[in-house]
């Protein structure tokens, strides 16, 4: 099971920090990604992190605003988002899969979380 939280409402500019709490014990070997859905879009790739920690993948839209990290101690995932836009404002969903490769790709990942809303509004 994946919970998120750290969503709300900001202005353009600001930061928000998303976390993403795992309760199986397998999360720490497990790839983990972040998607976000905005309404009446399709789901879309933001970023993902190895099972490492030590190679991460990022959409070109948030490629040096976004940061994502684990840490396989807590079973926790991360996403640092900085210079919010209102293009960003979306349901953000955190997600992992069993295999190594950092896919892009929604139905890559096997489990999910419930979601978290972003909304970037002056």
């Known amino acids: 099971q994946l919970v998120e939280s750290g969503g709300g409402l900001v202005q353009p500019g600001d930061s928000l920090r998303l976390s993403c709490t795992a309760s199986?014990?397998?999360?720490?070997?497990?790839?983990m990604a972040w998607f976000r859905q905005a309404p009446g879009k399709v789901r879309e790739f933001v970023a993902a992190i190895s099972w490492t920690g030590g190679t991460t993948k990022y959409d070109d839209t948030v490629r040096g605003r976004f940061t994502v990290s684990r840490n396989n101690i807590n079973n926790t995932a991360s996403l640092q988002m900085n210079s919010l836009k209102p293009d960003d404002t979306a349901v953000y969903y955190c997600a992992s899969r069993d295999y190594a490769y950092l896919s892009a790709v929604a139905s890559d990942y096997d489990y999910w979380g419930q979601g978290t809303q972003v909304t970037v509004s002056s």
């Open positions: 199986e014990r397998s999360f720490s070997t497990n790839t």
